[in-house]
């Protein structure tokens, strides 16, 4: 056999893929076997069959190869799609994470207090003023706890401020880096990464630049903001940790440097990967250090036209550990379909996505041939069966028969086998892209929610904010209040306008009447009363890090949508009495559903929602989702709750921040990984990928703020197609006075039993050749058949319109019985072969039936528990009237199961 180059990386590291191709070359050999043994003993009576035998060896062999074929890439393609999806998630998490950065230090560059120290260079008078900046500085960084430093450099590269005394020395002054002249002539932020001499000794460094502008424009000095570049690749990682610990994640730059590493044992920061080996990547593995790697590389796919540095996140698996979840399956091939994937690793598959399947266009055609050689083999054996009463008893042929019957079965055990391996190793594949999707939707949401909280308490430090609303609020002074009022508007707007996630941002005094909105204040009800238990909730705030958040819910902030409020306390001086509040309504109706949209598989009908624990939807990636439609009531989603409460730990059902309901980081964390499980939701059948919002940071962690949210992604799935049991038919026997044994070929017709004495039977033949002709509804069509010596065309009836059931869907796609009918041949479609039987006696047929269908003239029956009503037919009668059988006939001809799913009964 000739593999292709998925065979190649994965048979020899999956026994089990192995021990398949064996069992499949061991039956070929069988099949080899019997046909010489046929040709040699008995050439006359396997005459009939060798040509089917043949052409259905042919097939097994072609689609054997296939099978192997299809099963080492699906395995492939698993393993591959995982490492693309961990890749993609780690470089798409940190990308998103990095636009913020640019927005914070174009925003901290206009901070009026830092401005003011930059333009005097440090130098006030006021001994307590750097003391003071530097305070606020360190109260912007407890907030934004992503950047480990925040550093003021004068005009001249020289550093003013930092947030520790010891950072700024003579030592620290040196040579403007390459990029400081475009910082100070354009306005805007720069991007740096490498080493700093303003950090000797720390190795590379990203670093986020803006100028510093008097209030006249004259480019003062640089604010400069180090992000803690790998404390948060560290975060990315063990997200995206596998349970076996064995992929390794990287971030590289554009020469394929390692900048970071999961696994510095094996891929050091530093050190350059093999050159070209992620230039181009495909399914071949790559080598490093001497070990081979299945690797993926991606770079981001950007966010709101920010595409970062030109960096990649690959995922790595050693070669030799890629596939070691799919062995150990058992020796029979047919075997290792229950040991399928739950995942790319290859797992057990759980039993929540039992019962359902994707839909693959290449299993779905090897299902479809499986299935036709399994046909022509159920009319070898049939006709064979069918034809042994003509047969002498001590013909060979019988015993080339049982080895025909043995083999089908052990053929058609196989196939279903591996049949059921593929199907559930595409169900794994789906799950497990279900399952980093979920989680990368709900990590995003994470990470732009804590920005939010900490906008909030950034901006509620601002003292014009401050002093503006406690001049609103001064009695007696309406034209003060009016200015202030119109003061603070403008700075809100101008707040707005930078970040514009916000639908609006207000001020609120401590009746929690807004008193200054950042846009559309005419389209607010006049004296807007805030919600009474969240202003409560804000004015009673302890401290700057402490903030309050609404439930999400309509709120007239955002135009009566639902949407998160984020609210802190104002005071006029640090640990002063609060004055009132800063209220961000989040435009959660556009920006979670671009969340949800951004997160979903690419070119997939998959749906994406958010919900609460109670499975109600926040928000929906629809087109016509739930957000859209303002006072609409959002569908629910009740599977989600029942996952919520079987793994939300008990006290994590808090909703507002403080120190009193604060929990540990890892209880949160631990919540519910993202999972992937079947369900049925408005009548359709989905896999769900479901995964918990666990926070970021301290955000939803160690806050005290809990609102516990899921993500959802829904890919709409098939049933699986049930397998019945065997339908029990009659016992052969052979017990009668004198002898009288009939043979009957038993064929289904849906659940309707048929059963043709062997001396009205020529042969069993595929109808695929059928020519459709004009005549009575019975009448299917015309087929050439063989017939003494030759061929001629029969015509050919559908045995279930006869019988009063619904035509058969493709007559096509029937088996064709010959039967001799008054002498001449014609043909009766049914929709399967059930088997043979060896009967005595006949048992007479109630008058009802035969007034109805004279060409109905027994039933067979041995009376025994639970087996089928099977009815005999007798071919010379169909000509004498077309009638279909009695209602109470076909409402229940058989004890058990539908025929038409039988298998061959040998």
């Known amino acids: 056999m000739g593999f292709p180059l998925s065979y190649d990386i994965v048979a020899p590291q999956m026994r089990s893929l192995q021990k398949l191709e064996a069992a499949l070359q061991r039956l070929d050999l069988r099949w080899e076997v019997i046909d010489t043994t046929a040709r040699i003993v008995c050439p006359g009576e396997a005459a009939g069959f ?41 470089i798409d998490i940190l990308v998103r994470n990095l636009f913020e950065r640019t927005a914070d230090v174009g925003f901290i560059a206009t901070d009026g207090p830092l401005v003011a120290f930059v333009e005097a260079a440090g130098d006030s008078g006021d001994p307590d003023t750097a003391t003071l900046l530097r305070r606020r500085l360190q109260e912007y960084r407890a907030k934004y706890t992503v950047y480990d430093d925040i550093l003021l450099l004068d005009a001249y590269a020289h550093p003013l401020l930092g947030l520790e005394d010891q950072q700024v020395s003579e030592a620290l002054i040196a040579q403007e880096p390459a990029w400081w002249r475009g910082a100070m002539d354009r306005p805007g932020y720069g991007e740096h990464y490498g080493a700093s001499a303003w950090y000797p000794g720390e190795g590379d460094l990203l670093l986020y630049v803006h100028r510093v502008a008097s209030a006249q424009g004259r480019a003062c000095g640089v604010v400069v903001l180090r992000f803690g570049l790998h404390s948060e690749l560290e975060s990315i990682f063990a997200d995206l940790r596998d349970p076996e610990d064995r992929v390794a994640l990287l971030l590289v730059d554009g020469s394929d440097r390692v900048i970071a ?7 050091s920061v530093g050190e350059f990967l093999a050159t070209g080996s992620l230039q181009s990547l495909d399914a071949r593995p790559c080598t490093h250090r001497g070990h081979d790697y299945l690797a993926q590389a991606r770079t981001t796919r950007g966010y709101q036209g920010y595409q970062g540095l030109p960096w990649r996140a690959v995922a790595l698996v050693r070669l030799d550990a890629a596939f070691k979840g799919e062995q150990g399956t058992p020796d029979s091939a047919a075997g290792a379909a229950q040991h399928i994937g739950a995942g790319a690793g290859g797992a057990q598959a ?28 159920t009319r070898v054996i049939w006709n064979g069966k069918v034809a042994e009463s003509a047969v002498s008893a001590g013909s060979s042929i019988h015993a080339v028969f049982d080895q025909i019957g043995r083999t089908g079965k052990d053929t058609i055990a196989v196939f279903d086998g591996a049949i059921q391996e593929l199907r559930g190793l ?6 497990a892209e279900m399952k980093a999707h979920a989680g990368l939707a709900v990590r995003i949401m994470d990470r ?26 001064a009695r007696g002074a309406p034209e003060q209040s009016a200015a202030a009022a119109q003061r603070a508007a403008q700075i809100l707007a101008h707040l707005n306008s930078l970040y514009t996630v916000y639908r609006r941002v207000a001020l609120f005094d401590r009746q929690g009447r807004v008193v200054a909105v950042s846009c559309d204040a005419n389209t607010l009800p006049a004296d807007l009363q805030l919600d009474a238990d969240l202003v409560r909730r804000t004015l009673a705030l302890q401290g700057a890090q402490a903030y309050a958040v609404s439930p999400m819910l309509p709120q007239a902030l955002a135009d009566g949508l639902p949407a998160y409020v984020y609210c802190a306390a ?24 671009a969340m949800l949209r951004d997160a979903l598989p690419q070119g997939q009908a998959v749906r994406g929602f958010f919900t609460d624990a109670q499975g109600r939807v926040l928000a929906s990636a629809d087109e016509d989702g739930p957000d859209a439609a303002e006072g609409g009531v959002p569908p629910v989603l009740p599977f989600v709750a029942d996952m919520a409460r079987a793994a939300v730990p008990t006290g994590a059902a808090g909703r507002q921040p403080g120190p009193a309901g604060k929990t540990p980081s890892v209880a949160t964390a631990s919540a519910m990984p993202a999972t992937a499980q079947r369900v049925r939701w408005q009548g359709q059948d989905y896999l769900a990928g479901v995964a918990a919002s666990t926070g970021y940071r301290e955000f939803k ?16 799935v098939q049933p699986a197609v049930a397998s019945s049991s065997a339908l029990a038919l009659p016992q052969s026997s052979v017990n009668g006075a004198g002898g009288n044994v009939r043979r009957y070929g038993v064929v289904a017709c849906g659940a309707l039993l048929l059963a043709i004495d062997s001396v009205h039977v020529q042969q069993a033949m595929s109808a ?67 088997g043979v039987v060896s009967q005595d006696s006949v048992h007479p047929v109630p008058g009802s039936v035969s007034a109805h269908a004279p060409w109905i003239t027994g039933i067979l029956s041995d009376r025994g528990s639970g087996q089928a009503i099977v009815y005999v037919v007798d071919p010379n009668g169909l000509d004498a009237r077309w009638a279909p059988l009695p209602p109470e006939v076909l409402a229940a001809p058989s004890a058990s199961g539908t025929a038409a799913e039988l298998p061959m009964q040998r």
Not at 776 to 805: F, K, N, W
Request: net charge negative; hydrophobic share 45%.
């Open 350 to 377: 759980p039993v929540e996505t039992a019962g359902m399947e994707v839909d693959d266009p290449m299993l779905r055609a090897i299902v479809e041939r499986a299935r036709a050689i399994e046909e022509g083999l």
């Open 570 to 593: 104002l005071r006029t001086a640090p640990g002063g009495p609060v004055v009132g509040g800063i209220a961000l309504a989040f435009n959660c109706a556009t920006e979670l559903k």
């Open 768 to 834: 695929a050749r059928l020519v459709q002709v004009p005549g009575p509804a019975q009448l299917a069509g015309m087929l050439e058949i063989a017939h003494e010596g030759s061929t001629r065309m029969a015509p050919a009836y559908d045995a279930c319109r006869i019988a009063g059931l619904s035509a058969l869907a493709d007559p096509r796609r029937a088996v064709a019985v010959v039967v001799t009918s008054q002498g001449r041949p014609v043909v009766l479609l049914v929709e399967r072969l059930v």
């Open 448 to 473: 732009n929610l804590y920005e939010r909280a900490n906008d909030c308490r950034w901006w509620a430090l601002s003292e014009e904010l401050a002093h503006a609303l406690t001049d609103i609020q």
């Open 701 to 716: 962690r160690d806050d005290g703020y809990r609102e516990p949210v899921y993500s959802v992604l829904l890919m709409p």
């Open 50 to 90: 060798l040509h089917t035998l043949d052409q259905t060896r042919t097939a097994f062999a072609t689609l054997a190869q296939e099978m192997v074929e299809h099963i080492a890439t699906t395995h492939l393609g698993n393993r591959l799609g995982d490492l693309a999806s961990r890749a993609q998630v780690a």
């Open 261 to 267: 590493s999961s696994k510095p044992a094996e891929f």
């Open 426 to 431: 595409l169900l794994a594949g789906r799950r």
